[in-house]
Structure formats: structure tokens, C-alpha cells
């Protein structure tokens, strides 16, 4: 139930004042006053305003009735409404018959700035609520049919299929004022924010987006966007939470071991990222220490930017020597060195695999 408060009783005294050359007084639902022209009366009862909530209609004052209410001084006072609900009075000082005049169009303007600060706080509790439930949503125990039923109610419309994004800001960066915009022009969409400095963006998946150019168009708009993981397509809540978890993983890997790359697809990246959640295991551990072996020995990093491209381009012999700007014999050079160094064959598949997996997931700093 909405009530008036000091702010809102003291914006409409200030604003109809300041087109106006008499004192306004407004009234909460007892009598006090809340706001005033004259700030000693402020939380003081005023008499002439009871006399209009005990009857609910406009109570003139002249000067010699005022002389019989306490705490009164010659005016209109009028019914503020709301909803055709009573919230409050509406009080000019002065005499009555010069203030006719204004009376009514004052509490016009009153109720209409009541009416826009009502507007305003449900909107506010909409958009905190919304996000609340979105929080709840993607939480374990987000299947919950009452959550999913309000969430339906609201608008949210939790069943339609969705693309996860999870932004990383700069510092200085608001993920509220970046949430705003996305909603903004992408419909549908939901935003939560889990972090100071990130942001998961859900765009329906019937919307197709330019992944680069979206990340274009936030640079020329003065976003500064460290790095953005994109997941895949989710259909329904269980597998939005899934696909929310990955970007996580993705972000945090590429964060770790592809720190220069800013836009990261979970398409490109699935392994290495499954893997990078078991990287303190043991057994994945057995798996990276072929590429250890090359890189104790590739002081100036050439090995393993051979290697990465030879993985770029998925064993092309001829594709990664044009890559690397360098003759076959000598690419085939590199990759017999590799195989020396590794104590695994690059041209085989297991070999390929292991070689593969440890560019993957060891950081490109430690060639560095």
C-alpha cells in the first residue's frame, strides 16, 4: 500500500512552490505534517487537515477560524488521493478567496507527482524482484514450480531457449548501466549480475548476434570489456544452468591460459575447458607432461607456436608452414624435434591428442 513520506510530501511542497506565492503544507493519513514551506511546522499536527480526513472533502479556513484550531493558520486544505484511496492533505496558507483560484489545479499537480512516485517505486520493486527470481532461477533449486510460476507471471518467460554470455568488466565499469543497454535492445533478455565487475547476459537463442561485432560495437561505446565467454544454446532452465556453469569454467580458463583472448566461444573451447576443472588431478597432470618436456627445452617458445599451429590447423602440413611463414622441410624439422623432445609421435592421434590437450591447458605465459 503505497504511503506518503517526507521526500516525496517535501518535493511537492518545493515544486508547487515554486510557482506559486503561498505556503503549502502537505499531510500524511494522521495529520502531520511532512513537508512544508515553513520547515519549523514539519512533524507538527495540523488541526484544519483532520478536519478533512474525519470528512473527506476541501475545509476552508478563514482568519477568524483559524484563531480556534491549534497549530492552524487561514487556507484550503484539500483531499490528496491515490488510487481513490485517502493518503493524505493537501494544505495552501492564505486566505480562501484568493486561493480558489489555485486549489484544485495545485492538488492536480500533487496527485500526479504522488501518482509518478508510485509509477517509479513499482517499477524499482519489478526490477529488484526480477532480479531476484533470475538469481533463484539459475540456482540449484531453481525448478521450484512456484519460482517458474511467478517467474511466467513477470513476464520472464522461463522456458524459452537462451545463449549464455558471461561478461568481465574493467574496473570502474557498471554491469547495472551494461544490463540496462543489452535489455534495452535485445527483448526478452535476462541480465544477473553475481559480481562486481560481471555480468551474465541470457539472449533469447531465435536472436542471432554478431558476437565480434557486439564486441565492437561495446568498444566504440566506451565499455571496457576484459573478456567475454559464450556458451551454447540451452533449452529450458536445467540446461541454462548447465550452460551458465561452463561460460564460469570458460571464463575462468581463458582468464588463466589465453589471457590475450577476449572473446571465447564454449564451441571452440569444450575440451580444454572440461578438462580445466580437473586440473590439479593427477591423471590430468600425466597427461600435459609430454609438452613440459618441449617447452624445458624451447627457450625462445618456437616449439610450441609450431605446435599451436599445427593444432590450429588441425595437422595440415602445408596450411601451418604458410601460417609460420617457413618451408615444409622445415616445419618437419620442428615437429621431428618435438617428437624427440616430447617422447610422443605428433603425427599419430594419441600423440596429436596429448600434444593437443597441453597447448590447450597450459598457459601460453610459461613460453613466454
Not at 476541501?58 to 477568524?64: H, R, T
Not at 542471432?208 to 566504440?220: A, I, M, S, T, W
Not at 580458463?253 to 578438462?275: A, F, I, W
Request: hydrophobic share 40%; net charge neutral.
Amino acid at each position: 500500500m503505497f504511503e506518503l513520506d517526507h521526500d516525496l510530501a517535501q518535493d511537492i511542497v518545493n515544486r508547487t512552490m515554486a510557482i506559486l506565492p503561498y505556503n503549502v503544507n502537505v499531510m500524511d493519513s494522521q495529520g502531520l505534517i511532512l513537508g512544508s514551506g515553513e520547515p519549523e511546522r514539519i512533524n507538527t499536527r495540523h488541526e484544519g487537515a483532520q478536519l478533512v480526513l474525519a470528512n473527506v472533502r476541501v475545509v476552508e479556513i478563514d482568519s477568524q477560524t483559524a484563531k480556534h484550531l491549534k497549530g492552524v493558520q487561514p487556507g484550503i486544505n484539500l483531499p490528496l488521493l491515490h488510487d481513490q484511496r485517502l493518503i493524505g492533505v493537501l494544505g495552501i496558507t492564505g486566505e480562501p478567496e484568493l486561493l480558489r483560484t489555485y486549489a484544485q489545479l495545485v492538488r492536480m499537480t500533487a496527485e500526479m507527482l504522488v501518482s509518478q512516485r508510485h509509477q517509479q517505486a513499482e517499477q524499482q520493486w519489478r526490477r529488484q524482484r526480477c532480479d531476484d527470481l533470475l538469481a533463484l532461477l539459475l540456482a540449484e533449486t531453481g525448478d521450484s514450480p512456484r519460482l517458474v510460476d511467478e517467474a511466467q507471471q513477470l513476464g520472464l518467460k522461463p522456458q524459452m531457449a537462451r545463449t549464455p554470455y558471461l561478461f568481465e568488466l574493467g574496473s570502474g565499469q557498471s554491469a547495472e548501466a551494461l544490463s540496462a543497454w543489452l535489455t534495452s535492445r535485445y527483448p526478452d533478455s535476462w541480465c544477473v549480475s553475481s559480481a562486481q565487475f560481471s555480468l551474465l547476459w541470457c539472449r533469447p537463442a531465435s536472436v542471432q548476434v554478431d558476437n565480434p561485432r557486439l564486441l565492437e560495437k561495446l568498444d566504440g561505446l566506451g565499455w571496457n570489456i576484459l573478456r567475454v565467454a559464450v556458451g551454447g544454446q540451452a533449452d529450458g532452465l536445467p540446461g541454462l544452468r548447465r550452460c551458465y556453469r561452463r561460460v564460469g569454467d570458460l571464463l575462468a580458463y581463458g582468464r588463466d591460459v589465453l589471457p590475450e583472448s577476449r572473446l571465447l566461444t564454449l564451441n571452440r573451447y569444450r575440451l580444454p575447458v572440461m578438462l580445466w576443472r580437473h586440473r590439479n588431478d593427477d591423471a590430468l597432470d600425466e597427461l600435459l607432461n609430454p609438452l613440459r618436456k618441449v617447452l624445458a627445452k624451447d627457450s625462445n617458445g618456437q616449439l610450441q607456436a609450431t605446435l599451436r599451429s599445427w593444432c590450429d590447423h588441425d595437422g595440415q602440413s602445408q596450411a601451418c608452414a604458410d601460417a609460420l611463414g617457413i618451408h615444409r622441410n622445415s616445419l618437419r624439422y620442428r615437429m621431428e624435434r618435438i617428437a624427440e623432445l616430447s617422447g610422443v609421435d605428433p603425427l599419430t592421434l594419441d600423440g596429436m591428442l596429448a600434444l593437443y590437450l597441453g597447448v590447450q591447458l597450459l598457459p601460453q605465459a610459461l613460453s613466454k
